[in-house]
């Protein structure tokens, strides 16, 4: 989750024309090391032909030819700085996953949290997860993440989250038939949208608790969270 900026505020990058993106792409001045990160070790872990730039017809992409390998493969969607990702990756060695995230600080983070963890079993899109949906093939992902995404407050910038069809259609498309879709917020309203949103697009509700999963790990955001005093909250859903 990156921090609430308005698109439309001085300093913010254009958007490709075909599809708006609301977010930033960049933030503070990253360190020396985290710099050193992103020239090494991001074109290795970045998977190849996803932006319309780079495929243009919208050329499907096979996640084997991403890992190599035809294990399970999940996806998080906008992994913050890492955290999650990489606990994930280390727990589950027997599966793939690939994380989105379009602000590059957190990319920098993943990537020194992905040297000192030693994964290989996970890939690093550095931008818009709705490219990637575009050309992953349907029913291939076993499992998503959706983990303290931007709250967007305002109710006019509602239609920004990513629980709204916009999202929530390619993600129900890329996943295969009784996957399940995690998500985790601190923000009751947008719980809220996301128990009306998602089962809209196909997803049957499973559990809404306040208790985390077992194999869950805290992130900074919810730590964040909790430290000024609101209280995280979790719904699991399974595609129809």
Same mark, same amino acid.
């Given at each position: 989750m990156s921090d609430d900026i308005d698109p439309d505020d001085a300093g913010a990058e254009a958007r490709p024309?075909?599809?708006?993106?609301y977010g930033r792409r960049a933030g503070k001045t990253m360190r020396s090391s985290q710099k050193t990160y992103l020239s090494e070790d991001l074109d290795t872990l970045r998977p190849h032909g996803i932006s319309p730039e780079e495929n243009p017809?919208?050329?499907?992409? !096979?996640?084997?030819?991403?890992?190599?390998? !035809?294990?399970?493969?999940?996806?998080?969607?906008?992994?913050?700085?890492?955290?999650?990702?990489?606990?994930?990756a280390a727990?589950?060695?027997?599966?793939?996953?690939?994380?989105?995230?379009?602000?590059?600080?957190?990319?920098?983070?993943?990537?020194?949290?992905?040297r000192a963890a030693g994964v290989t079993n996970l890939a690093v899109h550095p931008g818009d997860a709705r490219d990637l949906m575009d050309v992953l093939p349907e029913g291939c992902i076993a499992k998503a993440f959706l983990n303290y995404p931007d709250p967007w407050p305002k109710r006019r910038?509602?239609?920004?989250?990513?629980?709204?069809? !916009?999202?929530?259609q390619p993600l129900a498309r890329v996943l295969q038939t009784g996957a399940e879709f995690r998500v985790a917020t601190d923000i009751? !309203?947008?719980?809220?949208?996301?128990?009306?949103e998602v089962p809209q697009a196909g997803?049957?509700?499973?559990a809404h608790t306040g208790m985390a999963w077992g194999d869950w790990i805290s992130t900074r955001y919810e730590q964040?969270?909790?430290?000024?005093?609101?209280?995280?909250?979790y719904a699991t859903f399974r595609k129809l």
């Open positions: 024309e075909w599809r708006n993106f017809s919208r050329e499907i992409v !096979d996640p084997a030819s991403i890992f190599g390998n !035809d294990a399970p493969v999940w996806l998080e969607v906008g992994f913050g700085g890492g955290e999650h990702l990489v606990h994930m727990t589950y060695p027997g599966i793939n996953i690939i994380g989105c995230e379009p602000y590059i600080n957190g990319v920098a983070m993943l990537l020194g949290k992905i910038h509602h239609r920004r989250r990513f629980v709204t069809q !916009d999202h929530l009751p !309203d947008y719980m809220r949208q996301t128990l009306e997803f049957a509700l499973v964040k969270a909790l430290r000024e005093g609101r209280v995280p909250d």
